[in-house]
């Protein structure tokens, strides 16, 4: 479900006006929503990656106009009372119940799936903040002054409690739309410049703390804010009702990701989920000794957008890096934290060009350590120059994915111009590339690529209408190549490959000439030593099984 909060233009107003809301019902079955995105095999392979010593922000629309139905039930979630404190205008508490406010379905839903004992991801999250949407809104990021020319937002940014590094926003600000005529006569709609004023709000707040914002796209029509804010995480509903992309305002890349579900309410929270185990994960060391860029929220962002699994029809461009309707494809945190514990590792080589130069390969013999990890560091230009670091990378045959992130910095409206690039660093020739003038995001898929040396290059581009001469960009990339081995085992026959990367499905058919691949028959497989393992029936007749992936 999507609660959609509505700046009523005409009246002078300092809080939120009521909400419109629709309700919906979820029919997730948490444990096979845990498999699809990655949470049973990561605990499997993984010790205690449960949010441990992360702290989080639940914000919930109320379910009514008096404001008062937004709370999490803590025995509805598997929690103990003491994990939550309930903010609102009324004040704060760490009791439940209280006279702030009620239990809410929704929240609980919510809850459920973010951190829920039974069914969430992130199971053992130091404390929650549970906010009633209203009161966060008006006293965290803006404020809402409308008169007879408009509505005018003043920005308010004064720190959440404690240092709250993620915060689930299953709620959107209303439908967007370009029709100036029907904003003026429909109080669901959003202008489009109401949608840029509450970017903006979000992307200094992120900018500013470090906060991550993981906000719902909306359920139907273009994407909604605050899901569309630069800084933050944008989150599709797979399988469900979902709103779809580019932005209105100038065509950006949103939703970021997905995740299954019925409607964005409660896809949202698992994305959340998964941003917490890699950050308690990032914390604890996993992925190396520099803990602090390991968990800061563009770090994070490109794990989880280059760990997630493509469907079937994902497509993308080099000018759009993502799907308008997936984003970077499914969340897989098992994926990402694969990716997290490849470590940071560091670029080969940069040099500096006149803008628009060309950029082959530079002529250099070392090499990334490492065929899954990622980096945080910084690309600096000139008004007269551009500046390319090189990742150089041997890999063998498979599939490659690599996530550029940068922020829009603190009060600008533009962010700064990077490009990503693979090279086949044998001939110069290019491979794939990722060139939006408008994103913070770059994204490459290649799924089949052929074994070779490779340059993967992290371009920024330079000009009198850079942003800084310097930014900070985290980048994550993965050259994987898995394998499908057979072994006897008696009267059966034992098929085995490897966990990561998750996505790959084992396919059997008849025969090689109608090539009829089908999943039909197939038992579900288990984890053992490292590896997936499945055990088929043996016959007389002849069978052929392949692994694959959805988008091959």
Known sequence: MVFAIRFMPHFVRTTLPSFVMAVFFCANSPASTLDEIGVTALRAMTTNVDGSGVRVAQVEASLTSDLLTWEVNPANVGQPAGLFTYISA???????PNALGFDS??????????????????TNVVHVDNFEADFFITNYLLNVVSNALGTNYVFILQPLPSAVAVVNQSFTFGNETTNLSLVATNPNYLAVSDQQ?????????????????????????????????????GVAAYGGSSSIGPTLDNGRCKPDIAAPANYTSFSTPQVSGAVTVLMQAALRGDGGSDTNSAFDMRTIKALLLNGAVKPADWTNSKSSPLDARYGAGVVNVFNAYEQLAGGKQSFCATN???????????????????????????????????????????????????TLVWNRQFGETNINDFDLFLFNAANSNLVACSTSRVDNVEHLFVPQLAAGRYDLQVLK?????????????ALAWAFVSPTLSITNNGTNT????????????????TNLISSTWSTNGISPSVITNSKNSLLVNATNAAQFFRLRSPNF
């Open 90 to 96: 009324d004040g704060s508490t760490n009791i439940y």
């Open 105 to 122: 379905w929704h929240a609980d839903d919510v809850a459920g799936n973010f951190y829920g004992f039974s069914g969430g991801v992130a």
């Open 197 to 233: 004023e509450i970017d903006s709000a979000y992307d200094d707040y992120a900018a500013e703390y470090g906060t991550l914002f993981v906000s719902a796209a909306n359920n139907g029509g273009a994407v909604s804010p605050p899901g569309t804010a630069y800084n933050s995480i």
């Open 352 to 402: 500096v060009l006149a803008i628009g130069d060309m950029h082959p390969p530079v002529a250099v013999t070392n090499s990334v350590a490492v065929l899954r990890g990622w980096d945080f560091n910084t690309n600096s230009t000139s008004a007269t120059n551009d500046t390319v670091n090189h990742y150089f990378f041997n890999v063998t045959n498979g599939l490659a994915t690599a």
């Open 461 to 473: 581009n330079g000009g009198t209408n850079v942003v800084s001469d310097s930014e900070a960009y």
């Open 494 to 509: 034992t098929l085995t490959w490897p966990v990561y990367p998750a996505g790959f499905t084992v396919e059997a058919a």
